[in-house]
């Protein structure tokens, strides 16, 4: 424990924890969506974002932002135009992102250690400059994600009944991009481009299993997002493992934990519990 | 003469520039009860997904509550049931929650649920008969309680209009009557409701005024058409309608 006697190691935690909350937040609305990639789609775009920031000495993390937004809106023009060609669009964005963001980091004077700072996560080398911007931009997405829950819920659950509700769809979705966008480059200083997306979907891929409603899913995928980023950085202080990785495998461990008990449970509730096998409707058509 | 509530005037609308409405006028007053009839593709969800803004007009207008589409903004006025449930991506929702999205429109987005939203999604929740089913996921449902849940929703607005397409297809009988009872509620306190149906079931005694689509226009407007052919036997309850210049053998078969 002595570990987190070093500011270091306590930077590292809190901005773990901040990230662990406000991802899984926003990442029930991509998988109701079925969107649950677009995260690690972004994070391609953003790598670009990194190496454009680099190569011209500014805030790597900042021109992520920019870049990063930019490819989320592009992406939700792409989705919401519904065209069959949608997949390759994103593939292109995808892997042209990917590309780019190595090629700049490249041709920038910085180490191929920086490149893999920001692919797989260096949580340890936060700054407080760094941990301030986790903090205000995670505050901000968390607070947006949780006050506009009924609006968010309605536009990711039945798009067209939210457009005859009069609410405004289609700045909610660019609010959903924007704060994937967002959510993805505060993410990268913890566990990198390649993993944001687990920490946004596999909270609430776990949490979905026990639950029975929206919000109480929400509620547990935030706690179990939360439980994965502070185990997974004491794991990684104590075995010195990659702390992203480290964090990301905590959170699968939990989703096969969960997975196995709710298994487990609802097995044994059927022996106990006499078949109760639903009522077949009526015929709506006579057969004769 | 009641105040219009919904005027469409030589509406057509294309999808990829194959028509599938041409030259449709069509005007429902406060209080009416309207079917839209039609074969499977005939262009009838098409032409109230059209008077919703759901899908663009190519041609000609729509007018609710007296005020062109493109100005409209009093949603709260109305319901919007649609065909079915979407599947969504596999999040579990209440049935209480999604009927709750219903107050969406008359609250506005950005303020949080009060008493008075509570009080509406219980009130909705128990004229469909699901008031006990508030706290299961709707995915648990069977369709028909699934389609009596979207119903709820369209009626936790507290709405002045209801749409709805293809509300009973494929829906059990007792949902039929649940939702036909709910229905009987909603237009005894002056409700107007243009609907969709292929068949009408328990809904009959509730319309006051059909029409008839057919190859994108508007062949029938007036009273509830006659079942025709084997279609009028008593055991069988599809309305099938017909227009005077269409093939006989289509529903003949």
Request: aromatic share 4%; hydrophobic share 50%; glycine share 12%.
């Amino acid at each position: 424990m002595e570990l987190f006697q070093y500011p270091y190691m306590q930077r590292a935690l809190i901005g773990a924890l901040i990230i662990g909350l406000a991802a899984p937040a926003l990442g029930i609305y991509l998988v109701q969506r079925r969107l649950a990639l677009i995260g690690d789609g972004v994070g391609h775009v953003a790598l670009t974002g990194v190496g454009a920031g680099l190569l011209l000495n500014r805030s790597p993390v900042l021109v992520a932002v920019i870049v990063a937004t930019l490819g989320a809106i592009g992406i939700e023009l792409v989705r919401s135009r519904g065209r069959t060609s949608g997949d390759l669009a994103l593939a292109l964005l995808f892997y042209g992102g990917i590309a780019g963001g190595v090629m700049l980091v490249g041709l920038s004077d910085s180490t191929s250690s920086n490149l893999n700072a920001y692919l797989f996560g260096s949580l340890t080398t936060i700054s407080p400059a760094d941990l301030t911007t986790i903090a205000v931009l995670g505050a901000a997405i968390l607070v947006t994600m949780i006050a506009l829950r009924p609006a968010l819920f309605a536009v990711s659950h039945d798009e067209e009944y939210a457009r005859v509700s009069g609410l405004p769809v289609r700045t909610l979705n660019m609010l959903i991009a924007v704060a994937t966008a967002v959510t993805v480059t505060i993410a990268m200083r913890a566990v990198g481009v390649l993993l944001i997306s687990a920490l946004m979907v596999v909270p609430v891929a776990t949490a979905q299993q026990v639950t029975r409603g929206f919000r109480s899913t929400m509620t547990a995928a935030m706690a179990l997002g939360l439980f994965a980023a502070g185990s997974g950085v004491w794991v990684a202080a104590n075995a010195d493992t990659a702390p992203g990785a480290s964090v990301v495998l905590m959170a699968i461990a939990s989703f096969l934990v969960v997975a196995l008990a709710a298994g487990a449970w609802r097995v044994l509730r059927r022996r106990t519990t006499p078949t109760a096998v639903p009522a077949p409707e009526p015929h709506e058509v006579v057969l004769r | 003469m009641k105040p219009p509530v919904i005027t469409v005037e030589h509406g057509a609308v294309g999808y990829d520039g194959r028509p599938v409405l041409r030259d449709v006028s069509l005007r429902v007053t406060a209080g009416e009860v309207v079917a839209v009839l039609g074969a499977n593709g005939s262009g009838k969800s098409t032409l109230v997904r059209a008077v919703l803004g759901l899908v663009p007009l190519t041609g000609g207008s729509v007018t609710l509550f007296d005020r062109p589409l493109r100005r409209f903004r009093q949603w709260e006025r109305v319901g919007y049931v649609p065909q079915r449930l979407g599947a969504g991506g596999g999040v579990p929702a209440t049935v209480r929650e999604v009927v709750a999205s219903g107050r969406l429109a008359r609250r506005g987005f950005l303020r949080p649920p009060g008493a008075a939203d509570r009080a509406a999604v219980d009130l909705a929740l128990r004229a469909v008969g699901l008031a006990d089913r508030a706290g299961d996921p709707v995915a648990t449902l069977s369709g028909g309680q699934q389609q009596r849940t979207l119903i709820a929703r369209a009626l936790a607005g507290r709405p002045e209009l209801l749409v709805l397409d293809e509300p009973t297809a494929g829906v059990d009988a007792a949902s039929q009557e649940a939702f036909a009872g709910a229905l009987r509620e909603f237009v005894a306190d002056g409700g107007t409701v243009l609907l969709v149906a292929h068949e009408l079931g328990p809904l009959r005694p509730v319309i006051s005024r059909a029409i008839v689509v057919h190859e994108g226009g508007i062949c029938h407007d007036g009273s509830v058409p006659e079942p025709a052919g084997h279609h009028a036997e008593p055991d069988h309850d599809h309305v099938h309608p017909h227009c005077p210049d269409e093939p006989a053998r289509l529903w003949s078969i």
